[in-house]
């Protein structure tokens, strides 16, 4: 009973943050700039330790010369590295975009998939990347896209308990209508960018402050 008392809050609690930032991110959506599946995929590898402003600085030139899936599976692996070295980690994720947009390819036509399973199978996606692509190019909510920021806002909003994504995915799924959870992590996003900040989060002016049971310690930290 117990258990079932303390979902039934943390049920409340979500439904209350969800209709608030909805009311102060009434259009928030994905910052990336993209016109393909494809281009969002690559964008969102580029993305990982990565402001999507950044992102938005490199992607230009890099989509100019390589449009799509084909262009970027036969691309020069050090041109390629060139490109996006703003971003950071530049060798690792160009090998994974080389070898995601090679097996799509190869295995899918060219076409970025749609389904989840599918998605995992290609270099350097995990959900965080898969969920991005599937809600925002195919409108498609499989899943709660977790990211640093979703993942220090729910656990100071009381949400999960854990650390791990995947575990805070499965917890945030259970709190939140499918419809919402890809416009949850996104207001989520603007949020902890805005107000609830890694440090020194802005906790005086926070529209959530008064439903935070995190709120005391973070003020007296």
């Avoid at 160009?94 to 998939?113: D, L, S, T, W, Y």
């Avoid at 350097?124 to 640093?148: E, P």
């Amino acid at each position: 009973m117990a258990i079932l008392r303390r979902l039934a809050v943390r049920k409340q609690r979500a439904n209350e943050v969800l209709v608030r930032l909805k009311r102060r991110y009434p259009d928030a959506t994905c910052t990336l700039n993209y016109q393909t599946p494809v281009q969002l995929l690559v964008a969102t590898i580029l993305s990982a330790q990565c402001t999507d402003e950044r992102v938005n600085q490199v992607t230009p030139a890099l989509f100019a010369r390589f449009p799509d899936a084909q262009a970027l599976a036969n691309a020069d692996i050090h041109e390629l590295e060139t490109l996006i070295k703003p971003t950071g980690f530049y060798r690792n994720k160009a090998r994974h975009i080389q070898g995601a947009c090679r097996k799509i390819v190869q295995e899918f036509g060219g076409q970025v998939p749609k389904s989840m399973e599918q998605l995992l199978t290609l270099p350097g996606v995990a959900r965080k990347t898969a969920n991005v692509v599937l809600a925002h190019a195919y409108g498609i909510n499989a899943g709660v896209t977790v990211d640093t920021h979703v993942k220090r806002v729910s656990r100071r909003l009381g949400l999960t308990d854990h650390t791990d994504p995947l575990r805070i995915e499965r917890d945030l799924i259970e709190l939140i209508p499918q419809p919402d959870w890809e416009n949850w992590s996104i207001r989520l996003i603007y949020h902890g960018r805005d107000t609830c900040t890694a440090r020194n989060p802005k906790c005086h002016v926070c529209l959530l402050a008064d439903i935070c049971p995190s709120r005391d310690a973070l003020v007296a930290a």
